[in-house]
């Protein structure tokens, strides 16, 4: 399936207590994908189950999402993850 890429995207947050780790990842449906996550039986997250989603931003397409995925990745940095989820990042940076 292709998707346009003028539709709406977004960048998800999950939290995993059980290994107190987060995870962030893009999708047209942040919902259905955290239900992936939660089932999938291979793939990254399966060891943090059960994936709680606890953030989720609109873009106005999936490039851009994915280029904000992209850096927040390459930051591996743990408080400015807890800060976009607070509410506490400026995404006009």
Do not use: C
């Not at 039986?41 to 106005?60: C, D, M, N, Q, S």
């Amino acid at each position: 399936m292709r998707w346009n890429i003028m539709e709406p995207y977004y960048l998800y947050i999950l939290y995993s207590s059980s290994i107190d780790r987060y995870y962030v990842g893009t999708s047209h449906d942040p919902h259905m994908r955290v239900k992936y996550h939660n089932s999938f039986p291979r793939g990254y997250t399966r060891r943090g189950r059960p994936w709680k989603l606890v953030y989720i931003k609109e873009f106005a397409s999936r490039s851009i999402a994915r280029k904000w995925e992209e850096w927040l990745k390459q930051q591996k940095n743990r408080v400015l993850l807890e800060k976009i989820v607070r509410g506490e990042f400026d995404w006009e940076l």
